[in-house]
Each structure stands twice: as C-alpha cells, then as structure tokens.
C-alpha cells in the first residue's frame, strides 16, 4: 500500500517537475465530474501547467463518440479549428440530416502570447451529453506547449463503471496510475428534460409542501 502512494506521487511529481506532493487535480481535469443525460452542458478542459515547463500554446481535445454538437466558447486569445469526424450513417440534427460531427476542438495561435508554464487555463466549450445514463465520458486531450506535448489520453485498464461497489476508489487509481489520465465526467440520468423547463416531481411536491404549511400557519 505504501510502494503503490509512494509511486502515484512519483508520477505526479514526474509529470509537475517540482518535489511538493500534489493532487491529481494538477493534471488537465473537466470542469464538472457529473453532467445530465442529454443537457446541453457548458464546461471547460482545465489545464494546470505546461509541458515540463514548457510554455503553453494550445490545446487539442477529442470529442467523445455520441456527442454531435460540441462548440467551443468564443475565446479572443485563440484561433479555434474544427476537426470533423464522418459518421458511419446519417443522423437527424434538429429536423436536418448531417453525416459529420465535430471530432475534435484545437485552440492555437494564442494571439497574446504563450501562457507562461505554470498556468491554469479554462479552456471552455458546450456539448450536449448523450442521453447514455451511467456512462463514464473520457475526454482524452493533448496539451501543447512550446516545447512538445503533454497527451491526457490513457484509459483505464479495465472500463470504469459506476455501477461497480469500488468505483470511486478504482476512478481514483486510474487518475493516479499514470501522469497523464484522460479526464473524465460521469453521465447521471436526468430527472427532468432541460428543455421545456419544468419542475421535477421532488419540486412540485415540495411546491405543495409549502402551500400546505403556510395554511398549516393561516389556520
Ligand atoms: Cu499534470
């Protein structure tokens, strides 16, 4: 147990160059951990240092299969390309049919300069999780610095799933197994669609609940 701690903080130190015991969380991470079943969902790829010390430039994220309108934020400091990824066959895109989604959001050229090596930068985007409850969503993407890469890209061994007793602690193993895990954020059943707005059921109730107690006080 001690080798296996010892070990995960000689990566963490290998991947920050300093010798201070740091979180997992100074590795690139997503903003939010859960999101929505089909909720359109803002967020950002969290970035935490540059590449050894090197100066960032850029960052390279692969959108995950079964997303089909991921958007990068408008962001000043970026040149933002697209790279599009063919689907094996057509799909409906609200009420027109597309054959190609975004595959991949790069953010280059910064048009201020690099962003010094001990950085953290947001670098925000919009999708629209998949209505896939309990998957785990890997968002595997490549740091670019002045000076090489830094690639968040390594899976789990075996998949993580949250319906697995172990789960939180086998989650962290993965983020600490190697310096460079690709982040990820798990995908909850919604109670509610987000669009019509409405209440969810455990709301309306306590909508009533309140009614009932303010009579309970007028009486
Ligand atoms: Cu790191």
Known sequence: MISKTLRAFGVLMACLGVTVAVPAAAHNVASIHEGLAGHSTAMALNVNHGCKGSPIVGL?????????????????????????????????????????????????????????????YPFKFRMTLPNEPNRVLHLKNITLCEEGTDPYIDMPEVALDV?????????????????????FLVIRAAEKKQYPWEWTPAQARGEREGTRQRQARAD
Do not use: C
């Open 163 to 183: 319906n697995d007793e172990d789960f939180a602690a086998k989650t962290w193993a993965f983020m600490t197994a190697t310096a460079t895990p690709a982040p």
């Open 60 to 120: 390279r994220l692969q959108v995950p299969d079964g997303i089909t309108d991921a958007k990068a934020a408008y962001d000043p400091h970026w040149t933002i390309e697209y790279k599009m990824r063919k689907l094996s066959e057509p799909i409906d895109f609200h009420g027109r049919m597309i054959n190609e989604v975004v595959g991949e959001i790069i953010w280059k050229d910064p048009k201020n300069g690099s962003l010094p090596a001990n950085s953290w």
